[in-house]
């Protein structure tokens, strides 16, 4: 069992690394492709299925910078594989270095409690948890936009913020009534 | 933590000056080995394993409380004594600080445009709402009045005059039919001064014909006192163009075994 750990190697110039965990593999490759246009920094994205990380490309890997994991609300598979991968990560991470993106949360045939299960794991990692539109360009825009504002923070590029720093702003919280039934 | 230092851009160094230029080059070396001596001390350290979540929070307010003293007792410090490498990156800075707050403006420009029209849209909901509110509260206050003077007997006056007027209203149904029937369809007559021709038609006429004024009151009549039986027999006194007539335009229904029986279409 190999940890990834996010100080291991040494970071490359103006560069961020991103890591998308995805189950489903559906998501990641538009975004992918989304994120590569940046060119205010180069940005080298990373795709898995689940963590572990092979080790076989353990030495042409990049230092990375932020572990996304893509959880499809609509299937528990997805949810399952990544709270399975989480082991993985060295605690490390868990300082401002992970963030969690559910997609299809508007779709009626999701259950709420999967929802509040994802948004209890974000809050229990102190981890940001953002909601995407993955069958829309504008969703994946959307998206990109605003992962790209957390890597360049984890990836150290913007002066006078750090991951810990913004994510102590920025993680999940859950109201404390959410185990409550409600009444709507 | 460590790696959070700013390190200039190389793209800004484009326009500065060759000696700006290696100054900035060889701050990013001695910042970049700075780094990794710092890397290589991370390396170095024995990770501390902590796989429950309790332990978690407690490493990670270890480490925001690290991060708090490490910015209380950083001293601020210039990024470059050389006064062009500042100019140039606060010019940097400032065209990005401007076209980000250019876009800051156009956001809430946007924003603005929308609420003023979802204001103008609210207002005219609210205009018409208040002019169903005047509606409906001027109908109370006339039932009310209504209710207040409204008595027993005025309310007997008001069927009794009801009444009246559609009386007077058939009434002048019924004139107008006789007039109509009068003046369009006159009983057949012995007109003498004709010409010879229709004199020798006419001549066997029935002296006892009745008007078609005569054949619809029977017709109505026997649908009024016997409605199970409407049926009128045809005798010499109804005049056959004018049963046919009748037949044809659908006012009278011919009985469907006897030929000679006829009652009035269903109107109602």
């Not at chain 1, 997609?103 to 981890?127: G, I, M, Y």
């Not at chain 1, 913007?158 to 102590?168: E, F, K, N, R």
């Not at chain 2, 037949?247 to 006897?258: F, K, S, T």
Request: with cysteine; charged share 25%.
């Amino acid at each position: 069992m190999s940890l990834l750990k996010p100080f291991s190697k040494l970071p490359a110039l103006n560069t961020a690394n991103i890591l998308l965990v995805e189950s489903e593999e559906q998501f990641q490759q538009s975004l992918a492709d989304a994120l590569v246009k940046e060119t205010g920094v180069t940005v080298n994205v990373r795709l898995a299925k689940s963590l572990p990380l092979p080790m076989e490309n353990e030495e042409s890997r990049p230092r990375i910078d932020l572990v996304v994991f893509i959880i499809n609300l609509a299937s528990e598979l997805s949810l399952k594989s990544a709270e399975a991968s989480l082991k993985y990560l060295d605690p490390g991470y868990f300082l401002g270095k992970v963030c969690f993106l559910a997609t299809n949360a508007r779709n009626a045939s999701v259950p709420t409690e999967r929802l509040d299960a994802v948004r209890k794991l974000a809050a229990l990692l102190h981890c940001p948890l953002l909601f995407a539109e993955d069958q829309t360009p504008d969703g994946v825009a959307n998206a990109t936009e605003r992962l790209l504002t957390i890597l360049k923070v984890a990836a150290g590029l913007v002066p006078m913020a750090t991951a810990l720093y913004l994510s102590s702003l920025t993680q999940c919280t859950v109201p404390p009534d959410i185990d409550q039934p409600s009444f709507d | 933590m460590t790696e959070a230092e700013l390190k200039p851009d190389g793209g800004a160094a484009a326009e500065l000056s060759e000696a700006a230029l290696s100054e900035l080059l060889d701050q990013c070396e001695d910042q970049f080995a700075a780094l990794e001596k710092l890397q290589n001390e991370i390396i170095l350290c024995e990770p501390d394993f902590c796989e429950n979540p309790q332990e978690q929070s407690v490493n990670r307010l270890m480490a925001t409380e690290a991060e708090l003293k490490q910015w209380l007792t950083t001293e601020p410090a210039s990024l470059s004594a050389n006064s062009e490498v500042l100019l140039q990156a606060g010019k940097e800075e400032m065209l990005k600080l401007c076209s980000e707050l250019e876009m800051v403006v156009s956001c809430c420009e946007a924003k603005r445009d929308k609420l003023k029209e979802t204001k103008e849209l609210e207002q005219k909901w609210l205009e018409e709402k208040k002019q169903v509110l005047l509606a409906a509260s001027d109908h109370v206050e006339r039932l009310q009045a209504e209710k207040e003077t409204l008595s027993e007997y005025s309310v007997l006056q008001d069927t009794k005059e009801k009444i009246q007027k559609i009386k007077d209203y058939q009434e002048r149904l019924m004139e107008s039919l006789g007039d109509i029937l009068e003046k369009h369809l006159p009983l057949p007559q012995n007109e003498s001064s004709s010409n010879k021709k229709k004199k020798n038609i006419e001549l066997e006429l029935n002296e006892d014909l009745i008007s078609l004024n005569e054949i619809l009151e029977v017709l109505m009549n026997k649908v009024l006192k016997t409605p199970h039986d409407p049926y009128v027999t045809i005798d010499d006194t109804f005049w056959p163009p004018y049963v046919e007539m009748l037949l044809r335009y659908g006012i009278a229904v011919r009985h469907q075994e006897n030929n000679f029986k006829i009652r009035l279409e269903t109107f109602f």
